[in-house]
C-alpha cells in the first residue's frame, strides 16, 4: 500500500517570516526537507503534498523547485492571486517553471478573510474557474462559519473539484457537532467535493487530546464523503503542537481501523493519488 500524506507544510525563517506563528511558539523555527524527509521514512510515507503558508507569490516557485529536487514531494498546492485579471496567465508560468508539473493545486486562506462570502466574489469566481481550466484542484482551508459559502462554490463550479482541509477545523476541544457537521454533509453531498482527514488533533484540546476525542468527527466525514473521498493528510508540522508526525499516522490508522483493506488503501494513499493526479 502506497501512503501519502496529502497535507504537510515547509518554511525557512530566514527566507521569509511567517507571520501567523505565534512569538515564542515552538512552530517558530525552520522546518525544512532535511527534518521531514527522516519523519516522512519512519512514518511509512511514500509521497506527499506540499500545501502553501503565505500569501506571496515566492512562496509556489520555491515549492516547485524543491519537489522538483525530492521525489518524495508528488505534488504542490501553491498560491496565486485569484482575482488577478491574468490569473489564467499565472498559472501557466508555474507551469513551465522547474517543477512545475508537480503543481496540482491552489489554496488561499479564507479562514483568514472577513467576509463570509469571499468565495462567491465574482473575481474570486473567475479565478476558480481558470484552476479548473488549467486541470489543478482548489484547497479550502476555512472555518465552520464558511461552509455555506463552500457550498455554494462547488454548487456553482461543478467543474473544479475543491478539497476540504482540516474537515474544515470543527471545533473539536468544545466536543460540538452543530451546525458545522450538517454543513459539512451538504459539502460532501455533491460530487466535486474531497476532504482531508488531517489538522484534528491541533484543533482539539493540544494536551488532553484522546483518539475518542477525534473520532465522531472522523466518523462523521467517513459516513458523508466515503473513504474514496477522503484522504489522510499529517498538517506537519502544525500537527507537533499536539501530536508527533508518525502519531498523527497511527491514529489515523486507528480511526479508520473498522474500514477494509481496500478503504483503508483509499484514506491512507489512493484518493490523494487520484484527486491530485500524483
Not at 59 to 67: H, I
Not at 147 to 175: M, N, R, Y
Not at 187 to 192: I, K, R, S
Amino acid at each position: 500500500m502506497t501512503v501519502v500524506d496529502a497535507h504537510h507544510h515547509l518554511w525557512n525563517l530566514s527566507v521569509r517570516d511567517q507571520d501567523w506563528i505565534a512569538p515564542g511558539s515552538p512552530l517558530r523555527r525552520d522546518f525544512t526537507m532535511a527534518d521531514l524527509v527522516p519523519e516522512a521514512a519512519a512514518a511509512g510515507v511514500d509521497r506527499t503534498v506540499l500545501v502553501q503558508t503565505v500569501t506571496v507569490p515566492e512562496e509556489t516557485p520555491e515549492f516547485l523547485a524543491l519537489a522538483a529536487e525530492h521525489e518524495l514531494i508528488a505534488g504542490v498546492v501553491g498560491w496565486t492571486d485569484l482575482t488577478r485579471p491574468d490569473v489564467a496567465d499565472e498559472l501557466a508560468r508555474l507551469r513551465d517553471l522547474p517543477g512545475g508539473d508537480r503543481l496540482k493545486g491552489v489554496r488561499h486562506q479564507v479562514q483568514g478573510e472577513p467576509d463570509p462570502q469571499w468565495l462567491l466574489r465574482p473575481d474570486v469566481c473567475r479565478g476558480l474557474a481558470a484552476v479548473a481550466e488549467a486541470g489543478l484542484v482548489y484547497d479550502l482551508v476555512v472555518l465552520p462559519h464558511q461552509l455555506p459559502a463552500c457550498v455554494e462554490a462547488a454548487v456553482a463550479l461543478p467543474q473544479l473539484t475543491f478539497v476540504l482541509d482540516h474537515l474544515g477545523k470543527p471545533p473539536i476541544a468544545s466536543g460540538a457537532l452543530s451546525p458545522w457537521a450538517a454543513d459539512v454533509r451538504a459539502l460532501a453531498a455533491l460530487p466535486n467535493t474531497v476532504c482531508k482527514l488531517s489538522g484534528m488533533v491541533t484543533e482539539a484540546d493540544l494536551a488532553t487530546w484522546t483518539p475518542d476525542d477525534l473520532r465522531p468527527y472522523a466518523d462523521t466525514v467517513l459516513e458523508a464523503f466515503g473513504p474514496d473521498r477522503l484522504m489522510f493528510g499529517s498538517d506537519w508540522p502544525v500537527c507537533t503542537l499536539g501530536a508527533a508526525y508518525a502519531e498523527t499516522l497511527s491514529v489515523t490508522r486507528e480511526l479508520i481501523g473498522g474500514l477494509s483493506a481496500s478503504e483503508r488503501a483509499d484514506v491512507l494513499g489512493a484518493t490523494a493519488t487520484r484527486t491530485y493526479g500524483l
